[in-house]
T-cell receptor, first 114, second 109 residues
Framework: DGGITQSPKYLFRKEGQNVTLSCEQN?????MYWYRQDPGQGLRLIYY???????QKGDIAEGYSVSREKKESFPLTVTSAQKNPTAFYLC?????????????FGPGTRLTVL | DAKTTQPTSMDCAEGRAANLPCNHS???????VYWYRQIHSQGPQYIIH???NNETNEMASLIITEDRKSSTLILPHATLRDTAVYYC??????????FGAGTTVTVRA
């Protein structure tokens, strides 16, 4: 089955620890995105990548880092510098490097920092 | 991107059509209307999008008024699995998607 996978579904970490969230797609999509969703605040874009080895900051990139070494993978690291890391993290991809292209989402990872 | 207005919530009977309205009176000529839905604790699911013409796919139909200031998403035969928050978005394209509060649709047996 083609799709976007995010693992794990639930993640718990202690404050001060870095944590990496996985996002893999086998759709051969060019672009990939990371969003954060908090209750009552909709989606906020963290980072996006249109091509391998290139990525751009979104609206709330501080405290996060990404890499795009392979077309199918776009992992997100939540660092200890992120002040409020507890949230629902969503990865998305779109077929082409066009800003109006439809984005398709993975199932999400719920991160809780204790 | 243009702002959208949707009802906060609506109920629908199982097996009946669900008509979800969305106002986007400030939409510009090159902005697309997109619909997504999100079931609790899951990732958003793309439903349909359009620019000017009405669109239909296996999930739903999208009716856009001639002046493009409003649109309606139609789920032709609602099932219990269609219970979700539905988001209407207009975008010209700056890569990010911005979801508003959406409409909470509850399908009742």
């Amino acid at each position: 089955d083609g799709g976007i996978t995010q693992s794990p579904k639930y993640l718990f970490r202690k404050e001060g620890q870095n944590v990496t969230l996985s996002c893999e797609q086998n759709l051969n999509h060019d672009a990939m995105y990371w969003y954060r969703q908090d209750p009552g605040q909709g989606l906020r874009l963290i980072y996006y990548s249109q091509i391998v080895n290139d990525f751009q900051k979104g609206d709330i990139a501080e405290g996060y880092s990404v890499s795009r070494e392979k077309k199918e993978s776009f992992p997100l690291t939540v660092t200890s510098a992120q002040k409020n890391p507890t949230a629902f993290y969503l990865c998305a991809s779109s077929p082409h490097r066009i800003s109006t292209d439809t984005q398709y989402f993975g199932p999400g990872t719920r991160l809780t920092v204790l | 991107d243009a702002k959208t207005t949707q009802p906060t919530s609506m109920d629908c009977a199982e097996g009946r059509a669900a008509n979800l309205p969305c106002n986007h009176s400030t939409i510009s000529g090159n902005e697309y209307v997109y619909w997504y839905r999100q079931i609790h604790s899951q990732g958003p699911q793309y439903i349909i999008h359009g620019l000017k013409n009405n669109e239909t796919n296996e999930m739903a139909s999208l009716i856009i008024t001639e002046d493009r200031k409003s649109s309606t998403l139609i789920l032709p035969h609602a099932t219990l699995r269609d219970t979700a928050v539905y988001y209407c978005i207009v975008r010209v394209g700056d890569y990010k998607l911005s979801f508003g509060a959406g409409t909470t649709v509850t399908v009742r047996a």
